[in-house]
């Protein structure tokens, strides 16, 4: 390789090394917001998850005639959703859910379970798209900064699909934001109620407590508790949608801002490799022209 050809490689590898410098730059500023967005939800949707399990528990046998509560006799059909970015360059963001995503499914087929796609992202859907599994809902063109009017229709659809026995369980898969460093691929069931995993989360947290008992107040319920589970079920779904939006958000700004340090620093290590390469070049130019001045003055003489 010539000097120039060199001298050509590391004016490129410096264009690239200031591309993603500004893009980890810009994923920063974004994280940071992303992790506001999330401490100021997070509150909200505890209290609203918690009442809601409080108000089923209240409700009893009163639930049955409640078709979103109804849980399915025979899983026949599962939905899983996975949410997925609109853009790449994030490392393995997005691959590691459409990976989770796609061995769930298989393991709901070898038990003889038909398995229903919806996708957030764009990458989520052409992947599926690709793979010949047309998902029945796409959403895309939000994941940097979704709003809340995203995750109502996200769940409008799903509880339909559930209230009308074209599914018999809702799954969601999705980066959960641990750190800027930090992403974890996170499966909850959102449907049906009785199963879903966030129930969990919050039964262990309300026992935990150094060992004692806790004690709940008494609440009367007005109306009866099943009707306002009835209103609350609904915001339950669309909270739990909202908040695996804000986190996969989050994860994915992360795991893009460590990828373009990343790529900063192993561009600087290519520049100097090259560097050094042209400079060997150089080096062997200038003694290549040195041995032929003195064969040159050898052939005067």
Known sequence: MSQRDVKQRIESVKNIRKITSAMQMVAAARLRRAEQRISALRPYAGAIRRMTRQAAAAAGGEVAGNPILQEHEKLETAAILLVTGDRGLAGAFNSQIIRAGLLAAAEYEAEGVKVRFYAVGRRGVSSL???????????????????????????????????????????????????????????????????????????????????????????????????????????????SVFR??????????????????????????????????????RQAEITQEIMEVVAGAESLT
């Open 244 to 281: 695996a939006l804000l986190e996969s958000t989050a994860s994915e700004h992360g795991a893009r801002m460590t990828a373009m340090r990343s790529a900063s620093e192993n561009a600087a290590e290519v520049i100097d490799d090259l560097t050094l390469e042209m400079n060997r070049a």
């Open 129 to 239: 798209i690709f793979r010949k599994l047309d998902p029945a809902g796409r959403y895309v063109g939000f994941t940097d900064r979704p709003g809340y009017a995203d995750a109502r229709h996200i769940a409008g659809e799903l509880i339909a699909a559930y209230v009308d026995d074209e599914v018999d369980r809702v799954e969601i898969f999705y980066n959960g934001y641990v750190s800027a460093l930090t992403q974890e691929v996170r499966r909850e069931v959102l449907l049906p109620l009785q199963q879903a995993t966030v129930d969990e989360e919050i039964a262990k947290a309300e026992e935990e407590s150094d060992g004692s008992e806790v004690h709940h107040a008494l609440v009367e319920y007005e109306p009866d508790p099943a009707e306002i589970l009835q209103r609350l079920i609904p915001d339950y779904v669309e909270i």
